[in-house]
């Protein structure tokens, strides 16, 4: 579906404020008398709290106030549930234990904030932490998943029976039937490593208390203003129109900044209703580490059921999943990762089980991928070590289990994020596949390309893997959609931007419906004065569900200008047409009246108004899918090891992908190349790392290893496939965590097949040299 | 009370003469002094890049300069380049290239990127990928900002 | 992180014994001790600047010693705070008399850091308390010369 705005390469209209540096992001917000916070964080990551001294702190000069826990008084309380588990799948347990803003009595992680300065500038409220004691009994921390989930192991919180976050079992068939008519059975345990969503730009939080006004105005990098907004004014004992949460550019979300109630968004409104003064606070890049979420972290021991041709029978996966010290996120990512495990192919017997456990580290939230990695991860592993098993082709075993496109829609019989039974609404998984072995000349690689370089010794491997991607979920978003006065097109909605191109791909669904030039159309997101319904920015939803309530919204205006038209121009509406920016009587298109007229029109005054009046060129409309769509695709990467530095480059990386109809092209790609980037990064640079103390030991960038330019395959080549969804009126799917979700089991992959006299059979998701020098190593005994 | 040093900076060719305190940081007086709020600070340790300004024509990191230090020196910001009704050739290839995505580390690499090309207007890509190596952009995976470079030195070559 | 090494002194077992018990001694032996001062006869209460790569702090803590087994053995404490974390450990120094006045230290310990000090300077906190204690032995190498010499 292309049309003359809608599915074309549109450059995004909110680049020249960017460009030009005149984009207002979070730190650029000032007010006149605006104070700055900062935070005393834990250095410990499990201990009882003796005493924290901050006297000395609010004598330094400049320091306006400071505070711990226990001067919050009764608004000191663990945060609300942020998502909660599914009440759906029966027999699950599930202990919710939020966070708190400020730790009181125990610290729970390290990083997790003891007190908080509030200072004339950032400078003396850093000063000013120095001058506070803090005085801890240390207890020894809970980090390994498998020791932390028995009873014998310390506990996180005292008041349950054991680190029990959660158990959820699910099964669809029976496995334990399908094992017994197996031909070869394979087992593994598999790792899936924590990685940061590390946008470029950290947190930040600023917040006036008006008092005159009697409103809260907030400024937040995050991804659910109207979230944020429930909570603050729930929090504060206001109704929710007095408080006002404005999201300004945001440099970047990848899925922490979904999460509130933390410190700064619990403590502060108070903290400036108190003082009555504005407050800013940013993050520093090394709390991003300590007490930004981040996710993954799973342990897993699968089991893959198959016939000696390599049909699965079926398939078993018992994980452990870190939820950190906390899990104010309920289950949202394990249970992402049961939907996506065996999303790609057809498995007849499924079971699989979420333990989930408390540790001393930071929470576990989503980061771009969300839960879906460790799932693809897992599954694509397991379909290697069958192939290798069964001495099977990894492409073959692969194209033989795919789902085809007769067998959507398909129930999975697995109840996923979004509460429901998952349904894989469409798609053409073998087509994918297909296309992916053509592009990579996948025969040409096996049987011309590597053999040829091994002669010459050189290490080149091929990954092939599929994957899917759960997007688009409930529960729904909204729009309104106005014509001004002037004939420009405003449009509002609910959710945040971080970066996706929204003000631009928004702006093309409304111009296609209104005929409207693209760059006549002012989109706002993200500030809950203009649009107050909505759920937020994640499990690539926004383009899909806010992109159709915004298309439900202008089809809605376009039936009033028709309506509206044909009162004035004295037609009926049949006879009416958008020519660009008025309406014109059809085949007479010097009979017209411009959109910005009869806008002004459809505001009635003395004497014109109708008992049912409907002021305005205007409407809003909201859409809610039964349930999530499902995108699509395979991934291929080459590489080439060099088996004594441990050096990888990469040859080739090659992506397929459905997402349905596309709204724009360009950003599109943009989308799938960032992703990929970040695959990347997860496969062979970044790794979280707490030491078994739960010191987190990779709290910059110096430790922490952002991909870089020079990381990247010199192109990615990128083929699309389009099945419509037929869950919205556009037919869309979400894009925004493909890339990172096949990456790293196809860059393993890769690996293993580069370096295959060794014969190593790699278990962990994020790899680096030293550890594939490991792997060597131990193969070679 | 803290002591205060006077320095003058040269800014995007205007003079400023400030009392500061020795440690303020380069970005810190840009941004809160001046008001240039385009120069982004993304780690403070000198290794994503995103606060790149040039410093008497170089490119450097601000978070990793004291506005004590630079003193005498003249300083260039990413609002030195365009305006958004009038944007430098580089910015207009960005846009054009799908370039940036968020924008937060757009003027670091701007920044570094406009000596690269004035030093060097007919890079090939693995010269770009070198040069634009020490900033960090988590959005765009890097192939279109080398895109855009190489699409910006035609621009300003045919100038 | 665990330390741990060897080094012979030349001079004998008891002398070198009492200078571990000494806190003038140590203070002058590790690099950028500040103070040392004697709480009991087992306590000392000190300050340290440490750099450690991009970290420059100062640190405050009590130095212990226990299983005293003069002069054979002894266990030495440390726990030090400050803001850029702190450090916890136990290390246990071994005294073997070689014969011809020279004395064998053996060492061993288990050191916790936390903080700053863990997230940002790990990579370099391992080779830093390795140079730190070369140079501390260099040190007190020469405190012990001029003792003996003094006897």
């Known amino acids: 579906m292309t049309g003359k705005y809608f599915g074309q390469p549109i450059k995004r209209l909110e680049d020249k404020h960017l460009l030009s540096g005149r984009a207002k992001f979070i730190d650029d917000i000032e007010i006149p008398g605006m104070l700055h916070a900062a935070f005393l964080r834990s250095d410990y990551a499990h201990a009882i709290i003796k005493k924290i001294d901050v006297s000395e702190a609010r004598k330094h000069p400049g320091v306006v106030a400071v505070y711990t826990a226990e001067?919050?008084?009764?608004?000191?309380?663990?945060?609300?549930?942020?998502?909660?588990?599914?009440?759906?799948?029966?027999?699950?347990?599930?202990?919710?234990?939020?966070?708190?803003?400020?730790?009181?009595?125990?610290?729970?992680?390290?990083?997790?904030?003891?007190?908080?300065?509030?200072?004339?500038?950032?400078?003396?409220?850093?000063?000013?932490?120095?001058?506070?004691?803090?005085?801890?009994?240390?207890?020894?921390?809970?980090?390994?998943?498998?020791?932390?989930?028995?009873?014998?192991?310390?506990?996180?919180?005292?008041?349950?029976?054991?680190?029990?976050?959660?158990?959820?079992?699910?099964?669809?068939?029976?496995?334990?039937?399908?094992?017994?008519?197996?031909?070869?059975?394979?087992?593994?345990?598999?790792?899936?490593?924590?990685?940061?969503?590390?946008?470029?730009?950290?947190?930040?939080?600023?917040?006036?208390?008006?008092?005159?006004?009697?409103?809260?105005?907030?400024?937040?990098?995050?991804?659910?203003?109207?979230?944020?907004?429930?909570?603050?004014?729930?929090?504060?004992?206001?109704?929710?129109?007095?408080?006002?949460?404005?999201?300004?550019?945001?440099g970047g979300g990848f899925g922490p900044k979904i999460m509130t109630s933390q410190a700064d968004d619990v403590l502060l409104p108070w903290i400036s209703m108190k003082l009555n003064k504005p407050i800013k606070w940013l993050e520093d890049r090394r709390e991003n580490f300590l007490a930004t979420t981040s996710e993954r972290d799973q342990v897993h021991y699968c089991e893959i059921a198959l016939k000696k041709?390599?049909?699965?029978?079926?398939?078993?996966?018992?994980?452990?999943?870190?939820?950190?010290?906390?899990?104010?996120?309920?289950?949202?990512?394990?249970?992402?990762?049961?939907?996506h495990t065996v999303s790609n192919y057809r498995i007849p017997n499924f079971y699989t089980e979420i333990r989930m456990v408390f540790t001393n580290e930071m929470v576990v939230t989503p980061v771009r991928g969300a839960g879906r990695p460790e799932g693809v991860f897992v599954m694509e592993r397991m379909m290697d070590a069958a192939a290798k098993e069964l001495k099977m082709d990894p492409a073959e075993i692969r194209m033989k289990n795919l789902l085809k496109p007769e067998e959507f829609p398909l129930k999975t019989g697995i109840i996923g994020q979004d509460f429901v039974e998952g349904v894989l609404d469409s798609g053409d998984y073998k087509g994918n596949l297909v296309k992916l072995l053509e592009m990579v000349e996948y025969e040409k690689f096996r049987k011309e390309i590597q053999p040829q370089a091994r002669k010459e010794g050189k290490h080149l491997g091929i990954g092939v893997v599929a994957f899917t991607e759960g997007t688009a979920v409930g529960p729904y978003e909204g729009a309104r959609v106005t014509i001004g006065n002037n004939g420009k097109v405003s449009v509002a909605t609910g959710i945040s931007t971080q970066g996706q191109g929204h003000f631009t791909v928004f702006a093309q669904i409304v111009a296609e419906q209104l005929n409207v030039k693209v760059e006549d159309v002012k989109v706002?997101?993200?500030?809950?004065?203009?649009?107050?319904?909505?759920?937020?920015?994640f499990a690539s939803r926004g383009a899909t569900i806010a992109g159709t309530a915004i298309h439900n919204a202008s089809v809605l205006v376009r039936q009033k200008i028709f309506a509206t038209a044909s009162k004035f121009l004295g037609v009926p509406e049949d006879q009416v047409e958008l020519c660009e920016g008025s309406v014109c009587v059809k085949g007479k298109p010097e009979i017209s009246i411009s959109l910005g007229e009869l806008a002004g029109k459809a505001n009635p005054m003395r004497g014109a108004v109708e008992a049912d009046v409907k002021p305005g060129l205007e409407a809003t409309a909201y859409f809610a899918p039964p349930h999530g769509a499902t995108g699509s695709g395979a991934c291929a990467i080459i590489?080439?090891?060099?088996?004594?530095?441990?050096?990888?480059?990469?040859?080739?990386?090659?992506?397929?992908?459905?997402?349905?109809?596309?709204?724009n092209p360009l950003l599109l790609e943009?989308?799938?190349?960032?992703?990929?980037?970040?695959?990347?990064?997860?496969?062979?640079?970044?790794?979280?790392?707490?030491?078994?103390?739960?010191?987190?030991?990779?709290?910059?960038?110096?430790?922490?290893?952002?991909?870089?330019?020079?990381?990247?395959?010199?192109?990615?080549?990128?083929?699309?496939?389009?099945?419509?969804?037929?869950?919205?009126?556009?037919?869309?799917?979400?894009?925004?965590?493909?890339?990172?979700?096949?990456?790293?089991?196809?860059?393993?992959?890769?690996?293993?097949?580069?370096?295959?006299?060794?014969?190593?059979?790699?278990?962990?998701?994020?790899?680096?040299?030293?550890?594939?020098?490991?792997?060597?190593?131990?193969?070679?005994? | 009370m803290t002591k205060l040093f006077p320095v003058s900076i040269n800014v995007n060719g205007q003079v400023y003469e400030r009392q500061v305190e020795a440690r303020l940081l380069l970005s810190d007086f840009l941004r809160h002094e001046l008001g240039l709020m385009g120069t982004h600070v993304g780690c403070e340790h000198g290794i994503c890049g995103a606060c790149t300004v040039l410093f008497d024509g170089e490119a450097v990191r601000s978070c990793l300069i004291f506005s004590v230090q630079a003193s005498g020196h003249e300083i260039r910001t990413v609002e030195s380049l365009g305006t958004p009704e009038n944007l430098h050739p580089l910015q207009e290839a960005f846009s054009e290239k799908h370039a940036l995505q968020c924008g937060f580390c757009t003027p670091g690499f701007l920044m570094t990127l406009v000596p690269f090309l004035e030093q060097n207007p007919h890079p090939t890509d693995d010269e770009v990928r070198e040069a634009i190596d020490g900033n960090i952009c988590r959005c765009t995976g890097y192939e279109k900002i080398i895109e855009a470079a190489q699409e910006a030195s035609k621009k300003m070559s045919s100038r | 992180m665990i330390i741990e090494g060897e080094h012979t002194?030349?001079?004998?077992?008891?002398?070198?014994?009492?200078?571990?018990?000494?806190?003038?001694?140590?203070?002058?032996?590790?690099?950028?001790?500040?103070?040392?001062?004697?709480?009991?006869?087992?306590?000392?209460?000190?300050?340290?600047?440490?750099?450690?790569?991009?970290?420059?702090?100062?640190?405050?803590?009590?130095?212990?010693?226990?299983?005293?087994?003069?002069?054979?053995?002894?266990?030495?404490?440390?726990?030090?705070?400050?803001?850029?974390?702190?450090?916890?450990?136990?290390?246990?120094?071994?005294?073997?008399?070689?014969?011809?006045?020279?004395?064998?230290?053996?060492?061993?310990?288990?050191?916790?850091?936390?903080?700053?000090?863990?997230?940002?300077?790990?990579?370099?906190?391992?080779?830093?308390?390795?140079?730190?204690?070369?140079?501390?032995?260099?040190?007190?190498?020469?405190?012990?010369?001029?003792?003996?010499?003094?006897?």
Request: include cysteine; charged fraction near 20%; aromatic fraction near 8%.
């Open chain 1, 71 to 250: 001067d919050f008084g009764d608004y000191w309380k663990p945060g609300p549930l942020q998502v909660p588990p599914p009440t759906a799948i029966k027999g699950s347990q599930f202990n919710a234990r939020t966070l708190v803003p400020i730790a009181k009595g125990k610290v729970r992680f390290s990083g997790e904030p003891v007190a908080i300065v509030i200072a004339e500038s950032r400078y003396i409220a850093e000063d000013a932490l120095e001058d506070i004691i803090f005085d801890a009994e240390p207890l020894p921390a809970v980090i390994d998943l498998e020791k932390a989930w028995e009873d014998t192991s310390v506990k996180v919180h005292d008041d349950l029976p054991s680190n029990l976050a959660a158990l959820v079992k699910q099964e669809a068939g029976n496995y334990e039937e399908a094992k017994k008519q197996a031909d070869v059975v394979v087992s593994r345990k598999l790792y899936a490593d924590r990685v940061a969503g590390a946008a470029m730009e950290n947190r930040g939080f600023v917040v006036n208390w008006d008092e005159r006004n009697q409103e809260m105005v907030v400024w937040a990098t995050t991804q659910a203003p109207l979230p944020l907004r429930i909570a603050i004014a729930g929090k504060m004992n206001l109704i929710e129109n007095q408080v006002r949460v404005i999201t300004p550019f945001i």
């Open chain 1, 309 to 339: 041709d390599g049909t699965i029978l079926g398939f078993k996966d018992v994980f452990y999943h870190n939820t950190g010290a906390y899990d104010p996120y309920g289950m949202t990512v394990p249970l992402n990762t049961q939907t």
């Open chain 1, 524 to 537: 706002i997101t993200g500030d809950t004065n203009h649009f107050h319904w909505g759920a937020g920015t």
């Open chain 1, 639 to 663: 590489v080439d090891v060099d088996p004594e530095t441990l050096k990888i480059k990469i040859d080739r990386l090659v992506l397929v992908h459905d997402c349905g109809t596309v709204i």
């Open chain 1, 670 to 781: 943009g989308q799938i190349q960032g992703a990929i980037s970040m695959g990347i990064g997860n496969a062979f640079y970044e790794k979280i790392v707490y030491d078994e103390n739960g010191q987190l030991l990779t709290a910059s960038f110096m430790d922490y290893l952002m991909p870089q330019a020079t990381d990247m395959p010199n192109k990615m080549e990128i083929g699309h496939l389009h099945t419509s969804s037929p869950l919205n009126p556009l037919g869309m799917k979400g894009v925004g965590e493909a890339g990172a979700i096949p990456t790293p089991p196809a860059f393993v992959q890769a690996v293993e097949d580069a370096l295959i006299e060794y014969n190593l059979d790699i278990a962990d998701s994020n790899l680096n040299p030293s550890m594939i020098f490991e792997y060597m190593h131990r193969s070679k005994k």
């Open chain 3, 9 to 151: 002194f030349k001079g004998p077992r008891e002398v070198v014994y009492d200078m571990f018990n000494d806190p003038n001694a140590l203070a002058t032996a590790v690099p950028g001790m500040q103070k040392l001062v004697k709480v009991d006869d087992t306590h000392y209460e000190g300050a340290i600047n440490l750099r450690i790569g991009p970290i420059n702090a100062s640190f405050a803590g009590v130095l212990s010693l226990s299983d005293e087994n003069p002069p054979e053995s002894c266990t030495l404490n440390i726990d030090g705070k400050g803001m850029a974390g702190f450090a916890k450990g136990v290390g246990k120094v071994h005294f073997t008399d070689l014969g011809d006045n020279s004395t064998l230290l053996k060492y061993a310990g288990d050191v916790n850091i936390g903080g700053t000090l863990a997230s940002v300077g790990q990579r370099m906190i391992d080779s830093v308390a390795k140079s730190m204690i070369k140079s501390g032995l260099e040190k007190l190498e020469k405190t012990l010369e001029e003792r003996w010499q003094q006897k």
